[in-house]
């Protein structure tokens, strides 16, 4: 395949961060291009005054702030309101990713992504671009036909409302499950782009406790076995395989609704930048093992 297809399938890679770990970078703009979409994801804890401060600070130096909007961390459609309200008027937000949340009793009202997009309250702050999740390794307290549903809806809501819905799957470490998902999918997707989800550089060790933690299936025992030894835990990991293999997935399949990739950095942000800036600038090679090295 060309280099040149994994390079624009890496192209606008997006990233994410949280409040905590943002407060130890200087400047965004010394890691990551101008511009960049810099996720924030809404962890435990997190006060949604500070969601706001995070992304006017990214807009100040260029960045594309998109705050993570947990429905089930929500406790009533006032404090929806507040919120979308101050990530508009105060640090200028026009993209979200919108989520259920893993809470087991959720906050207040919502208990869905679907139940805040049909708020009314995106619209009605000019948040006109959104994410919604995609599952390709299943969800485990939410069954296949209800996320079937869920993607054919939020089909709906963008056919209705004219806002730029496009998919963020939750992270995988292989590419097999994402294109069967795909294959399995492709009508529930619709028009809906997809952005690949895939996990930043950092040890077998810590990625397989996010993995847990996440309920990440199939690629999850193909990524033990290969980590198997007490030895590898501590080898650094990077998403060469599951790269080279989409972007030649997509390279051979035009009508693929695959349009990119989004890193989770699980704290290693500098790492995984690094690595990305390396790939979109071509500074790298192919490795004859269906993978890539970096330079």
């Excluded at 995070?54 to 006032?78: C, D, F, T």
């Amino acid at each position: 395949m060309q280099k040149t297809s994994i390079q624009d399938f890496v192209r606008n890679y997006t990233i994410e961060t949280t409040v905590p770990q943002a407060s130890r970078v200087e400047r965004f703009a010394d890691l990551v291009p101008m511009g960049t979409c810099l996720y924030i994801a809404h962890i435990p804890g997190t006060d949604f005054k500070d969601t706001v401060a995070l992304a006017a600070r990214l807009r100040q130096e260029g960045m594309e702030p998109v705050p993570h909007v947990v429905g089930r961390r929500i406790e009533s459609r006032a404090v929806l309101d507040d919120f979308l309200k101050r990530l508009s008027g105060d640090a200028g937000v026009k993209q979200a990713l919108v989520v259920a949340g893993d809470n087991a009793d959720p906050a207040g009202e919502y208990t869905s992504g679907l139940q805040v997009l049909e708020s009314g309250l995106l619209e009605q702050y000019g948040i006109r671009k959104i994410g919604v999740a995609g599952h390709p390794e299943g969800h485990r307290e939410v069954a296949e036909p209800a996320l079937r549903d869920a993607l054919r809806r939020k089909n709906a809501y963008k056919d209705k409302t004219g806002a730029d819905v496009y998919v963020v799957t939750q992270f995988a470490f292989s590419a097999d499950p994402v294109e069967a998902w795909e294959a399995a999918y492709r009508d529930d997707i619709g028009k809906l782009p997809v952005t690949v989800g895939l996990p930043g550089l950092a040890t077998a060790k810590t990625l397989l406790k996010y993995a847990m933690d996440c309920g990440v299936g199939a690629s999850l025992q193909a990524f033990s076995k290969r980590y198997a030894s007490l030895t590898k835990l501590l080898t650094v990991s990077a998403p060469d395989d599951a790269v080279v293999t989409l972007a030649a997935h997509r390279e051979r399949t035009p009508s693929s609704p695959l349009s990119g990739v989004h890193f989770f950095p699980f704290g290693g942000l500098k790492k995984t930048a690094d690595w990305a800036n390396k790939v979109v600038a071509g500074e790298f090679d192919l490795n004859g093992e269906g993978g890539l090295t970096v330079r």
